[in-house]
């Protein structure tokens, strides 16, 4: 798969912190990439360095193997997307504020300009002033701007903001489409893991400014259910069924008067714990596997490296 | 190129989409109007006071007279016969007709000779005095002329020369059928048609003109500052060609000349008076307030706003962005002066009518009067009044880059334009120093400097170009540093 976006050990300093430190990764063409990591990570400063707008300390930066820094002009024909929030004029139509981006960008014609606003299904509002859209209808007519000359890299920083679930279900699908059907490299950035787990193909890890890992989110998922699964129990009294878990020398989370939570290596112990209870007169109700979300996963990976933040 | 261009057309569209352009637009419109209107009236004000009744001129003349003998000083007797011989003969006071004139004429020769020195010049002034009452009671104006000419070959005072120049005029009145009468300096209103009035008004400056000259010739050579000589020696150059060529309605770059009429340009309110009148720095100023809060906000409302980030996202190189911002308010400044220069130029033809369109600008190189286009003479007006504009916007446009907030470099724009040369004539005028020259408004009414009224002594054109040009330099280049070298938070 081709590289679009490259970046190499970034680093930035501000105020005497090493805000990004070292940072390096890279998204292929007809992915959808996840930039995770918790408010403050790091994420959208990093982004605003790949793009040139703010300077770095260090490292490099390539959009379709073309230094950010040295062609800008080349580099940033192949890249469109939100840097924050979806900023527009809000005194021009979304029409005008369409013909402004279409006048920096070779190629774009009128009809691309109705193609993307039917894409994003702002027919019916793209005559009013920006300033009368709702925040969603803005983060729309920003996706539109972003897309508008066809960009090899599309990067979207925090996307979801202001959508209702079903604007981020259709956005979701949106981008799935440019990136499996049109081979864009998609970069979204977010800390909404729930929303990026169902988006992305892969995912860095950012937290603090520093990468704590780069993975495919099925990979990641794997590890998941490889490693250690948890299993809720209901029972008719935790007291007792603790005391049997202690003599297995097993320990439970999240305890309440009737259920508590069990980390176990396999489902075979978790039959033999209900087994032991049941031989010590303890009732089971219900054996309940949980699944562990990419957000567990995050909350486990960025708890080593984020305790500063969170 | 393309992509500048297309960039200057984005901030086009984005300041003429904004309500507040379009108000300041419409104020701007609405300012030539009232300019135009205001002038309008003040000819029409001027015409119902001169048409006042003959009753109240009887009463001023009576109260003239009573304050003459109540205050007595010397010569009083002499003036209560002049202005009862004036009541009595319904001379009319406003007209500044020839009679008036010749009356006074006669009444000071009559004072002169009571204070002759010898019985045949005391006859003299007498028999002289007696024959101009004697013109009048015939309204005979030829024959008062005739008597002047008489008068001044026989007057034993005067030069060779001054007895010259004094024929000269004197020859045209009879040749050319120009009544003497008064001039109004810089406000007669009869000038525009009456075709005798503009020859008297140019006659009687050139008289005073070449007056002046003589009179001021020693003073001149001891004292080289004094202006007085070079302005008659104008006044006398342009007016003598006037009279000439028959050249009535007329521009001319010398302004505060009196020998011109009060604003320089030819007497009277005129087409050509308003319309270069409209090129006024304090009317230009109103398109500077509006270029500023382009200029001001250029830059730092995409900041404010965050559109910033979408301008930097586009395959365009910054100083592209800035260059087209800065291009647009140079442009802007350049389309509004001229959409300026026609509006008034159309409006000034609606109520002052097309009379005098074609009237030449007269200028004085070497000693020959040159003619060229008066269109061409106000549009330069404009363009000088323009530069201050464009410094002022331009200094807005560097502080929104740096400081990266509208309402601060739209404040201090406005602030200066408005405030920048009076308090740099107060600084001028308190301290004294030598290095206030150098302040970008002692340089800025490039107008006055070229007709030499300037704050500074040898303050030129080309110095006054060179610190606006290192002024500008320094702010254009605050706004580079400010837009390329920040970083986009």
């Known amino acids: 798969m081709d ?19 070292n940072i390096s990764f890279e998204t292929y063409a007809g992915e959808v990439f996840g930039f995770l990591g918790p408010n403050g990570a790091g994420k959208t400063t990093t982004i605003k360095m790949a793009l040139g707008m703010l300077d770095s300390d260090g490292g490099e930066m390539e959009i379709c193997g073309l230094n950010v820094r040295k062609k800008f002009e080349k580099a940033m024909v192949n890249v469109g997307g939100i840097v924050e929030n979806p900023e527009t004029y809000g005194y021009l139509t979304g029409l005008q504020n369409l013909r402004q981006y279409k006048r920096m ?12 606003v039917r894409f994003v299904g702002l027919e019916n509002r793209i005559k009013d002033k920006v300033k009368k859209y709702s925040l969603g209808m803005r983060q729309r007519l920003g996706v539109a701007q972003a897309i508008l000359h066809k960009p090899k890299l599309l990067i979207l920083d925090e996307p979801t903001n202001g959508l209702d679930p079903a604007g981020i279900r259709e956005l979701r699908d949106m981008l799935k489409k440019l990136a499996h059907e049109d081979g864009v490299a998609v970069l979204v950035s977010s800390h909404l893991l729930s929303e990026m787990e169902l988006m992305c193909d892969r995912v860095g890890i950012i937290a603090n400014g520093r990468i704590l890992g780069v993975k495919s989110t099925k990979d990641l998922m794997n590890e998941a259910a490889g490693n250690q699964k948890i299993v809720r129990f209901t029972v008719g009294e935790t007291g007792k069924a603790l005391a049997v878990l202690a003599e297995m020398s097993l320990s439970a989370a999240n305890v ?10 396999s489902d075979t112990q978790a039959s033999e714990v209900n087994i032991r209870l049941i031989q010590a007169g303890v009732p089971v ?13 995050f909350l486990e990976i960025t708890g080593e490296g984020g305790n500063q933040i969170a | 190129m393309r992509k500048l261009t297309n960039l200057i057309i984005n901030e086009y569209v984005k300041v003429f989409a904004k309500i507040s352009t379009v108000i300041m637009l419409i104020a701007i419109a609405a300012l030539a109007g009232i300019y135009t209107f205001a002038n309008y009236q003040s000819v029409q004000q001027e015409k119902r006071w001169q ?23 010397p010569g009083w007797e002499i003036r209560v016969e002049r202005y009862t011989y004036e009541r009595d003969h319904r001379i009319d006071l406003y007209d500044g007709n020839w009679k008036d004139l010749a009356v006074a004429n006669a009444f000071d020769h009559k004072s002169n000779a009571l204070a002759a020195e010898t019985e045949s010049e005391k006859a003299r002034l007498e028999q002289a005095a007696n024959d101009m009452i004697a013109t009048v009671e015939k309204d005979d104006w030829k024959n008062y002329v005739n008597l002047l000419i008489r008068l001044v070959n026989q007057n034993p005072i005067l030069s060779a020369e001054e007895k010259e120049a004094q024929l000269w ?49 020693a003073k001149a050579v001891a004292d080289r500052e004094t202006n007085a000589l070079a302005e008659a020696e104008y006044a006398v150059a342009i007016n003598t060609y006037r009279l000439e060529n028959e050249v009535n309605l007329f521009t001319t770059t010398h302004t505060g000349n009196q020998y011109l009429g009060q604003s320089g340009k030819t007497p009277g309110v005129n087409f050509w008076t308003v319309f270069s009148g409209s090129a006024n720095k304090y009317i230009i100023m109103f398109i500077g307030v509006l270029l500023i809060i382009v200029a001001g906000s250029a830059i730092s409302s995409e900041f404010s706003s965050g559109t910033v980030k979408f301008l930097l996202i586009n395959p365009v190189k910054r100083w592209k962005i800035l260059a087209a911002k800065y291009i647009s308010v140079l442009t802007m400044a350049v389309i509004m002066l001229a959409v300026f220069y026609l509006l008034n130029a159309l409006l000034t033809i609606a109520f002052f009518g097309v009379t005098g369109l074609t009237a030449p600008h007269l200028s004085v190189a070497g000693g020959n009067v040159v003619t060229g286009s008066s269109f061409l003479y106000v549009a330069w007006q404009y363009l000088l009044a323009g530069v201050v504009v464009v410094t002022t916007a331009t200094f807005s446009f560097s502080l929104s880059s740096l400081v990266r907030n509208s309402a601060l470099a739209i404040g201090l724009g406005v602030f200066l334009t408005l405030s920048g040369e009076l308090v740099t004539v107060l600084l001028a005028e308190s301290l004294k120093a030598d290095w206030i020259r150098y302040i970008l408004f002692a340089n800025t009414d490039l107008g006055g400097i070229m007709n030499h009224s300037t704050l500074f002594v040898g303050q030129t054109l080309p110095f006054a170009l060179c610190v606006i040009g290192v002024y500008m330099a320094v702010f254009l280049l605050t706004a580079w540093d400010g837009f390329m070298r920040r970083d986009v938070r």
């Open chain 1, 256 to 265: 309440t008067s009737q259920t508590f939570d069990l980390p176990v290596e």
């Open chain 1, 3 to 21: 590289i679009v976006l490259k970046i190499n050990s970034l680093t930035k300093f501000m105020g005497g912190r090493k805000i990004i430190d």
């Open chain 2, 169 to 217: 005029t004197l020859n045209y009145r009879l040749t050319h059928d120009v009544k003497p009468g008064n001039a109004y300096f810089g406000y007669n209103i009869y000038s525009n048609d009456d075709q005798a009035d503009w020859r008297n008004n140019a006659l009687v400056m050139l008289e005073s003109a070449k007056q002046t000259m003589n009179e001021q010739y």
């Open chain 1, 285 to 297: 109700m219900g054996i309940t596997p949980l699944e562990r979300s990419l957000e567990d996963i």
């Open chain 1, 105 to 116: 960008r070779a190629g774009v014609t009128e009809e691309r300009i109705q193609e993307v």
């Open chain 2, 51 to 73: 048409t006042s009744d003959t009753s109240s001129q009887l009463e001023t003349y009576d109260q003239i007279i009573a304050r003459e003998r109540s205050v007595q000083s």
